[in-house]
Antibody, heavy 122, light 108 residues
């Protein structure tokens, strides 16, 4: 059974930093792209970042590029999101998602974790 | 960036009836369109990908159709567990992947 378990969320002041983690199990982690997707309170879904299987390619939504860094440790079956220079608009539940059902590089998010809440406030 | 627009924002339907949800893309996404279901306090769940392919374990009452810029999710006979928020998502042209704003399916 595929499982994705996020951790690391919490309350942080504007300008602060936070590192999210996602522990994966039930599949061959190193064979999949992985993503972070966020959802502000009462709002819709926003893709944040993707990382290729071996970590050599990363992609970001414009609003976080230069502030957030996605990374992975395939030996630990773990995905990370380092978030710096946090802003109020970054407050959201952050979901770790597996990228699957691909046609070339066009893929969906086929499994999601339960999410971790990040609140940016003074 | 491709903008995804869902309609209606809220849909009220009685159990046992059919529900039809719409999604429009600002430009063609070919067949690279997915639907997700999200219940309160839960993560999204993939329902449909490639416009019409049901994900593993998804009941046959869920079906998707469309092409290019116009897409539809149909739930043929609503069960109580189907009342939720539904999002469409394009994965044809990324980054960024983009989602619609969601349609809330509520009990009439």
């Amino acid at each position: 059974e595929v499982q994705l378990v996020e951790s690391g969320g919490g309350l942080v002041q504007p300008g602060g930093s936070l590192r999210l983690s996602c522990a994966a199990s039930g599949f061959t982690f190193s064979s999949y792209w992985m993503s972070w997707v966020r959802q502000a309170p009462g709002q819709g879904l926003e893709w944040v970042a993707n990382i290729i299987q071996h970590g050599s390619e990363e992609y970001y939504v414009d609003s976080v590029r230069g502030r957030f860094t996605i990374s992975r440790d395939n030996a630990k079956n773990s995905l990370y999101l380092q978030m710096n220079s946090l802003r109020g608009e970054d407050s959201a539940v952050y979901y770790c998602a597996r990228v699957g059902h691909c046609t070339s590089t066009r893929c969906t998010f086929d499994f999601w974790g339960q999410g971790t809440l990040v609140t940016v406030s003074s | 960036e491709i903008v995804m627009t869902q309609s209606p924002a809220t849909l009220s339907v009685s159990p046992g009836e059919r529900a039809t949800l719409s999604c429009r893309a600002s430009q063609s996404v070919s067949s690279h369109l997915a639907w997700y279901q999200q219940k309160p306090g839960q993560a999204p769940r993939l329902l449909i990908y490639d416009v019409s392919t049901r994900a593993t374990g998804i009941p046959a009452r869920f079906s998707g159709s469309g092409s290019g810029t116009e897409f539809t999710l149909t739930i043929s006979s609503l069960q109580s567990e189907d009342f939720a928020i539904y999002y469409c998502q394009q994965y044809d042209d990324w980054p960024p992947y983009t989602f619609g704003q969601g349609t809330k399916l509520e009990i009439k």
